[in-house]
């Protein structure tokens, strides 16, 4: 298998890793936090910025990400794309990392993404320009 650039953003199951944050009770209150929680409990720890800064390949699950604003929660996924994580979804990573139909486990995993996750919010943040996507 030839050498895969860092910079494609793939997603390779022997060197990725899997952080969840700030899943606090605390954080209830949040816009979207139960579907937000939904698709965490999903996807099964330091930061983006602290992983990046050890020279990792970050991919951030976008509909499992929440803060306190959705303007907060837009600024922070910018951020971390102009730091140079990937922007991805749930079922976008599964995918990637299951790869094809070949995967021993596809039958099980292809059931978990049967079901849509959860509406978190995001649609209405990238529909248009957004200025902090371009």
């Not at 939904?38 to 509909?63: C, E, F, I, W, Y």
């Not at 837009?74 to 140079?84: I, Y």
């Not at 995993?109 to 943040?125: F, H, R, T």
């Amino acid at each position: 298998m030839a050498a895969v650039k860092p910079s494609l953003g793939r997603v390779l199951p022997g060197s990725s890793i899997l952080f969840l944050c700030d899943m606090q009770e605390k954080f209830r209150h949040i816009a979207y936090f139960p579907e937000i929680v939904s698709v965490a409990a999903r996807m099964l720890k330091n930061t983006t910025l602290d992983l990046l800064d050890r020279g990792l390949q970050v991919h951030v699950v976008v509909d499992a990400c929440s803060s306190r604003s959705q303007v907060d929660r837009l600024v922070a996924l910018a951020r971390m794309r102009q730091s140079g994580a990937f922007l991805s979804t749930s079922e976008g990573l599964i995918l990637q990392l299951v790869g094809d139909a070949a995967h021993p486990q596809f039958k099980e995993i292809q059931k978990i993404i049967k079901e849509p996750a959860p509406d978190s919010g995001l649609l209405s943040l990238f529909q248009g320009q957004n200025p902090l996507f371009r």
